[in-house]
């Protein structure tokens, strides 16, 4: 997990302003109507959502995990959030339940969010946040292009709290993750990482880092093909060894063997080096082609860091 720094203060109220507002605009509407659900705690439901929205869009994650908390130890409210924790398809559907999953879905709509290109929607969220690696594998740059109508382009926004188990949690500001196509759709999907207790990216917890064995690799310079060796690797602390696990990042970093590869081969060059000239060349940062300070923000670079690290 890469760590992402939290966006300004004033980013943060002008995007919760601008949630708020249309809060009170959906409410407002003609068919809003919390009655139609028959559920006699629905309007109390609604009533905690507004009282609490502030926190809902801008809460930090141990704030959205509180509200998590609080939804679900209240003797109404939890019903919804059971009745989400997977929400039923088909013939199991509850009609009031549906209902007003629909109000709820309309009060924090991700839907709209998501093609919004203004400084607070979903376009100017990822501007805001200016990733330029994906935080869960480190192995993809997630491109945010918007320089005329014919490139524009924003990564996928992760719902680290999956917004079908939480939809009042769809359009928090800290529940939005720009990531990689393959994390997003393909990984994660609607998994919960409260389950796995995963490390938020947003979270004071410790950042990702590797640390990589060679299943097979004696002499380095025997090595012409990634046909020559293989590898595996752990995280070095607890959050990363789930991160690890969780996003199949050793299967997936296998494909990597060629920039690995490249690094190798550096790596002779530099044994081959003159002593003298040796001593005057950073190894670490003659293998990677990086400074280390930079390796968080290079594609695959904590692993290559490790790699460069401790290759001999
Ligand atoms: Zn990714």
Redesign the pocket.
């Known amino acids: 997990m890469l760590k992402l720094a939290r966006l300004s203060q004033q980013y943060k109220d002008d995007y919760v302003a601008a949630r708020n507002a249309k809060f009170d605009e959906v409410e407002a509407e003609a068919n809003f109507d919390v009655a139609a659900t028959k559920l006699p705690w629905a309007q109390p439901f609604i009533d905690h959502l507004r009282a609490n929205r502030d926190t809902l869009y801008g809460g930090t994650p141990s704030e959205l995990e509180t509200q998590i908390g609080i939804i679900e130890a209240h003797p109404d409210f939890q019903k919804f959030a059971a009745y989400c924790n997977p929400r039923p398809r088909g013939k199991a559907k509850n009609k009031k339940m549906e209902a007003l999953c629909a109000l709820v879905e309309r009060l924090f709509n991700y839907g709209k969010l998501s093609k919004k290109a203004g400084p607070t929607g979903a376009y100017g969220l990822v501007k805001a946040h200016r990733q330029r690696i994906?935080p869960?594998?480190q192995?993809?740059h997630v491109n945010y292009h918007m320089t005329d109508k014919s490139l524009k382009m924003r990564p996928p926004l992760d719902h680290f709290y999956p917004k079908s188990v939480y939809p009042y949690l769809a359009i928090s500001l800290y529940n939005l993750i720009p990531?990689?196509e393959?994390?997003n759709s393909r990984i994660k999907l609607a998994k919960n990482p409260l389950l796995d207790r995963l490390a938020h990216p947003f979270n004071d917890t410790p950042a990702l880092a590797f640390a990589t064995s060679w299943k097979s690799l004696t002499i380095t310079n025997r090595i012409s093909s990634p046909a020559d060796f293989s590898f595996s690797f752990d995280g070095v602390c607890p959050e990363s060894k789930k991160m690890v696990k969780f996003f199949k990042l050793n299967k997936r970093y296998e494909w990597y063997n060629f920039e690995l590869l490249d690094l190798v081969n550096r790596y002779n060059k530099f044994m081959d080096m003159a002593p003298s000239l040796m001593k005057s060349v950073d190894r670490v940062a003659y293998l990677t082609g990086f400074s280390e300070a930079d390796a968080a923000k290079r594609a695959i670079g904590l692993f290559l860091l490790d790699v460069a690290k401790t290759i001999k």
């Open positions: 994906c869960y594998c192995m993809h990531s990689c393959q994390c």
